[in-house]
């Protein structure tokens, strides 16, 4: 059994940096890639960012570009994301998840597994 738990969120000035984790618990050697999505009130779930598992090849959404960072550490079978000059836009719940088949990285209805969920808040 495979189980995804996000930390790290929290309230944060404009501007500010905060810097989440996800820990996974079970079979992460197996993952094809794994990645996060955020879902501001109101709004979809939208793609952040991605990697493979093993080779570390990223993807990111247009809009964090340059300000967020994926990372993986396999050893600890843990996930980050270092989100740096935040936008009150940023604003959302961030859940993280997990993918066995190599497909589509962007596409939130590939994974197979997620995470509870993170809340981040950016003031103006």
């Known amino acids: 059994q495979v189980q995804l738990v996000e930390s790290g969120g929290g309230l944060v000035q404009a501007g500010g940096s905060l810097r989440l984790s996800c820990a996974a618990s079970?079979?992460?050697?197996?993952?094809?890639?794994m990645g996060w999505f955020r879902q501001a009130p109101g709004k979809g779930r939208e793609f952040v960012a991605a990697?493979?598992?093993?080779?570390?090849?990223?993807y990111y959404a247009d809009s964090v570009k340059g300000r967020f960072t994926i990372s993986r550490e396999n050893a600890k079978n843990t996930l980050y994301l270092q989100m740096n000059s935040l936008k009150p836009e940023d604003t959302a719940i961030y859940s993280c998840?997990?993918?066995?088949?190599?497909?589509?990285?962007?596409?939130?209805?590939?994974?197979?597994?997620w995470g509870q969920g993170t809340q981040v808040t950016v003031s103006s």
């Open positions: 998840a997990a993918m066995r088949s190599s497909t589509l990285l962007r596409i939130w209805g590939n994974y197979d597994y």
């Open positions: 079970g079979r992460a050697f197996s993952f094809y890639g």
């Open positions: 990697i493979t598992w093993s080779v570390g090849i990223t």
